[in-house]
């Protein structure tokens, strides 16, 4: 999509929503160096939201849209539950679909924008639950994966079905005492980076949202690699606060004390040879320019 | 977004022209060519300018669903791959209309049944997917036999769905289907039914449009939701979601837009009338006796008509080509003389039937049956038994039938 389009016929400005006057007017769409950093600065790409106050997702959700390396011209495919309340707040395209089949969806998508748009680039992100995404969806999870198909698929980890109130869910830490796990969940935690790796992704990070400039950057590699290589896989953990029996404002220390190197979301991270050397050269690109641009710099003082 | 330039005349990659589909299926020249159903269907996809098909194996469109598959080989097909069930095929092909592509995919059976979640999803998504039903048996214990039990299960979804006769009503009325569900005022899918292996395994003579002609592309900027493709602008879609909000407006919101789908399926009959010459075509109306049917029993209605006619009962015949848009004037009109009407069906529940006693007045004249159901062939003969039987006359136990 060209910046071009969203332009306002100028007669018609005012009476546009006030959402849409900023989008066109401060919106980072285009912006090369857009990341987290301009959360704040503008309404865009989110800038309320309905989740509970705290809520992890919600830090999760701003931290990856604002990461997009090409909102324009990115869509997003979501499934049914807390992310299904956000998604019609968040100036992208995003589909709805049913649950489970967000994986399925994003590959006829995918496919479609290849055949009408070839030589363009349009990249589709995935971002479901962990029920979706590991339990229900767990079939088109992998199948994709199987087919290469080049998108991003994003999972908030909260190891349990949040929104229909704390179910067990298939990523649920063994043990864990839930509704529809009356005596502790009896098996363990689903071990999906591994089986993505194993499955063909080239890019498989597993971390929290305690820092938005790890997630800026793994969302970013993601992408790229997607575009270019094959699929990608991020599992955040986004806990639900309410149904871990947390306050609003223990979100963040929930995640810092599961990141530690001995719990279950110390950050791992897996990349395919291919995607490394295609992530090198991305690198030495970025270093070229920056050296660029501040000779430039130095010339023009 | 939409240049607003006709295609009309030009030529696309495999050199066919993209031609006026009014005169490419009314005007132009026809080959007459010797096909399966299934051969067919390719034929039809072949001059459809489809951007994307996904299949899947299951009896008996795994056939058709294979042949697409020799078209993308040849470059007719944008995309084509197989999915890895009936229900991701199924969100697949969604993912695909989503994002703006002219979308087609077959089912057959308990694969329709296993997608079933999908369709009602299509339709509210107002998603102009083309999805060709081979009709089989559904239930336990297995069969793999013609069954036309599972368009029950469809007609309630917001879909359109036409059941076809012949391998010729497929061919043309894929092309046409397509014409019908992408007007912007419809842009809903279509289930195409036909009875499998009567229709999809036979060979018939079947009048082909040239080659080198193809329908003109798909154009999702005339859709009435928006396209997936962030070519138009990304304002935020809605500040309040439909879901999860415990409030009067979200189900307002919901009852309303499921009421425009079924308005939209009532709006697809004008133009489907337009395509197809009607929704029902009918024969000797005025007789006291009438065979109202759809699919392959219409075929064997006609046989039935004949042998009737050799013992001196007249009989007339309505063929029902669509059941959504539902042809209740239609068929109010043309059964107002009958005193008895017949439906002959290829399933156990004889919905047909039914749908017909909701529809006209003295609804006691229909005759639900015969059926047969679980892939066995409805000879004529039970056809003009059940007549027979119906008026008081003699009948032929079927078990004397060719002694």
């Known amino acids: 999509m060209s910046k071009e389009r969203i332009k306002i016929a100028p007669e018609f400005f005012e009476i546009m929503p006030p959402e849409y006057q900023d989008l066109v007017q401060r919106a980072t769409f285009g912006k090369e160096d857009r990341g987290w950093k301009d959360i704040g600065t503008t309404k865009e790409l989110i800038e309320e939201h309905s989740l509970c106050a705290g809520c992890p997702e919600s830090m999760a959700f701003r931290y990856i849209l604002a990461s997009l390396p090409n909102p324009e011209d990115t869509v997003m495919v979501g499934s049914t539950g807390c992310t299904s309340l956000v998604f019609p707040h968040v100036a992208v395209h995003n589909i709805h679909s049913l649950f489970g089949n967000q994986n399925a969806i ?29 339990d229900i969806g767990l079939d088109m999870t992998l199948q994709a994966w199987f087919r290469q198909e080049k998108f991003t698929t994003i999972c908030f980890d909260n190891e349990l079905y949040a929104n229909t109130g704390g179910q067990e869910s298939g990523l649920m830490q063994k043990g864990f005492v839930a509704k529809m796990a009356p005596v502790g969940k009896t098996f363990e935690k689903v071990r999906l980076p591994e089986i993505a790796r194993e499955s063909g992704c080239h890019y498989v990070v597993q971390c929290t949202v305690s820092k938005p400039s790890l997630v800026e950057k793994v969302v970013r590699n993601a ?11 991020l599992q955040l953990y986004t806990p639900c606060i309410l149904e871990i ?47 660029a641009a501040k000779q430039l710099a130095a010339q023009e003082a | 977004m939409a240049e607003g330039k006709s295609v009309i005349g030009t030529q696309n990659k495999k050199g066919q022209t993209y031609t006026d589909p009014w005169y490419m299926l009314h005007e132009a020249p026809r080959t007459p060519s010797f ?7 390719k034929e039809a996809i072949r001059r459809a300018s489809c951007d994307v098909m996904i299949a899947y194996p299951i009896t008996p469109q795994s056939e058709a669903a294979a042949l697409i598959g020799e078209l993308f080989a040849e470059g007719y097909v944008g995309d084509y791959f197989r999915g890895e069930s009936e229900f991701a095929v199924m969100s697949e092909c969604a993912g695909a209309a989503f994002g703006g592509a002219r979308v087609f995919t077959t089912t057959a059976g308990p694969g329709t049944m296993r997608a079933m979640e999908n369709f009602p999803m299509w339709a509210g998504a107002r998603l102009p997917i083309q999805m060709i039903v081979t009709c089989r048996g559904i239930n336990s214990p297995l069969s793999i036999q013609p069954d036309t039990l599972e368009i029950s299960y469809l ?42 292996f009567f229709v999809t395994h036979t060979k018939d003579v079947v009048h082909l449009t040239p080659a080198d002609m193809c329908l003109p592309p798909y154009d999702p900027y005339r859709s009435p939701v928006p396209c997936m493709d962030m070519e138009c602008p990304p304002v935020r879609m809605m500040r309040d979601p439909f879901v999860m909000k415990s409030n009067y407006i979200s189900y307002a919101t919901h009852a309303s837009w499921q009421q425009e789908v079924w308005a939209a399926v009532e709006r697809s009959r004008k133009h489907t009338i337009h395509w197809l010459n009607g929704l029902i075509d009918a024969e000797n109306t005025d007789a006291d006796i009438l065979i109202v049917t759809s699919g392959t029993a219409v075929s064997q209605g006609r046989e039935a008509i004949r042998l009737l006619e050799d013992e001196g009962v007249r009989c007339g015949l309505v063929k029902v080509k669509t059941l959504r848009p539902w042809p209740g004037d239609e068929i109010r009109e043309a059964t107002k003389h009958a005193k008895h009407i017949f439906v002959p069906e290829f399933n156990v529940t004889g919905w047909l039937a039914k749908e017909i006693r909701a529809t006209i007045p003295n609804s006691d004249r229909v005759h639900a049956g015969p059926h047969v159901c679980g892939g066995m062939t409805m000879p004529p003969e039970i056809i003009v038994s059940e007549i027979k039987t119906a008026l008081g006359m003699r009948a032929m136990s079927l078990a004397g039938r060719g002694s």
């Open chain 2, 35 to 41: 096909f399966t159903g299934s051969e067919v269907i």
């Open chain 1, 106 to 134: 994003a590959s006829g998508l995918k496919r479609a924008l290849t055949v009408r748009f070839p030589g363009r680039i349009k990249d589709v992100v995935v971002l479901a639950g962990d029920g979706a995404t590991v």
């Open chain 1, 245 to 291: 029996g947390k306050n609003s404002m223990e979100g963040l220390q929930e995640m810092r004390d599961s990141e530690k190197p001995t719990e279950r979301f110390a950050y791992r991270e897996y990349v395919s040879d291919a995607a490394k050397q295609f992530l090198a050269e991305l690198a030495a690109k970025e270093k070229e320019k920056k050296a």
């Open chain 1, 223 to 233: 992408v790229f690699v997607a575009r270019e290589i094959g699929p990608t896989y």
């Open chain 2, 155 to 196: 007609l309630n979804t917001g879909m359109l769905v036409w059941h076809a006769e012949t391998a010729q009503d497929f061919f043309d009325w894929i092309l046409k289907g397509y014409m019908v569900a992408e007007e912007p005022d419809v842009h809903l899918p279509l289930a195409l039914c036909c009875d499998g």
